[in-house]
């Protein structure tokens, strides 16, 4: 079994003063490997970065159009989201079109990441709801789908019709039977696949075509709510936003906790998945922000592409004292 590959590493002064590793896979449109750094066919739980898999049975069972669902919340359904107002305003009118409120969610509670939502519930003596929380979209997308299969509110079991459902289309779209899940921070489960599959999973999103068949025009669907609303997918700052924004052609991006960073790029009918063996995010990030740059999606001079893929260690005078840069094999 190969080693994790060096991804990226920390300088300070001359000296590399640590080193993250993990795993990178670049599929092409037949789901065969392009590029690969470590082991391919290292099991990984993709975290939050399956979201828009996760999604696909909101579309293909009908219940997105049979609810209206507009491009918004079908972003927000692929979100990791800040629980800032744009995020927490639309999900609430989600759920209120459903006729439920926030105790119907099963995400759990979560201080909001965005400043000023967090300080606005501080000066309030608020605390955090629900809808607060990083995978509410997801959530509101499940209980639509559960509302539309007519099924029990209890649908982050793993038996319950809607995860029955997100674990059939997940195997299907990474190509691999499933070995086992594990119980994401949201509740919800979250199904095992090798970094290849998951990296096939996404290349078919990038090669889906609209109205070729339900699954194809729901992958296309999904990836193209992501463009065109990064600020919902994430967040203003964060990296998924800041570079689906900076790259030159479109590009579908989704973290996931734990190290975990996927892309969809339909212009080269392509997919990349990695995972940071330590799960370190700041070096997911600079990884993904390196293989934009190496495929020539991402200017490396662009201000996003010095953000994430080599921004600056600066200490508490404000000096530059060392950088976060990929490893020589992203350079």
């Known amino acids: ?17 640590s080193r993250h590793a993990g795993h990178a896979v670049i599929c092409d449109a037949a789901g065969e490997i392009v590029e690969a750094w470590g082991d391919p066919a290292a099991q990984v739980l993709p975290r939050s970065s399956a979201k828009m898999i996760q999604a ?3 579309i293909e069972s009908g219940a997105a159009d049979a609810h209206g669902l507009c491009a ?3 972003a927000l359904a ?3 989201h800040d629980g800032a107002a744009i995020h927490t305003t639309r999900v609430r009118a989600w759920l209120d079109d459903l006729g439920l409120a926030d105790d119907d969610l099963r995400c759990g509670p979560q201080i909001p990441d965005d400043d000023a939502a967090r300080h606005a519930l501080i000066r309030a003596h608020e605390t955090p709801c629900q ?24 649908y982050v079991d793993p ?10 289309a997940f195997e299907e779209v990474t190509g ?19 970094l290849h599959g998951l990296a096939r999973a996404m290349a078919s999103f990038a090669c889906a075509r609209e109205g070729a068949d339900a699954r194809q025009a729901a992958q296309h669907r999904l990836w193209q709510v992501m463009v065109a609303h990064p600020e919902l997918v994430a967040g203003e700052g964060r990296a998924c936003t800041e570079l689906m924004r900076a790259a030159q052609e479109p590009v579908a991006l989704k973290t996931g906790a734990e190290g975990v960073y996927v892309a969809i790029l339909p212009t080269r009918r392509m ?52 950088s976060i840069r990929p490893a020589a094999d992203f350079l």
């Open 1 to 17: 079994m190969p080693y994790p590959a060096p991804l990226a590493e920390i300088r300070r002064g001359p000296l590399v003063e």
């Open 56 to 58: 696909l049975p909101l």
């Open 72 to 74: 918004e919340r079908l």
């Open 78 to 80: 692929c979100a990791s």
């Open 131 to 154: 809808v607060h929380n990083n995978c509410s979209g997801k959530h509101a997308g499940f209980l639509t789908l559960a509302r539309h299969l007519g099924a029990g509110p209890d």
């Open 159 to 168: 038996d319950h019709p809607v995860q029955r459902a997100a674990r059939a």
């Open 176 to 194: 691999e039977p499933s070995p086992g899940f594990g119980i994401d921070g949201c509740s919800a489960p979250n199904f095992i696949t090798t």
């Open 271 to 322: 997919g990349i998945a990695l995972k940071v063996a330590d799960g370190a995010t700041r070096a997911a990030e600079c990884t993904i922000a390196a293989l934009l740059v190496r495929l020539g999606l991402l200017d490396a001079a662009h201000p996003a592409a010095r953000r994430f893929r080599d921004p600056p260690i600066t200490n508490r005078r404000g000096l530059e004292v060392g």
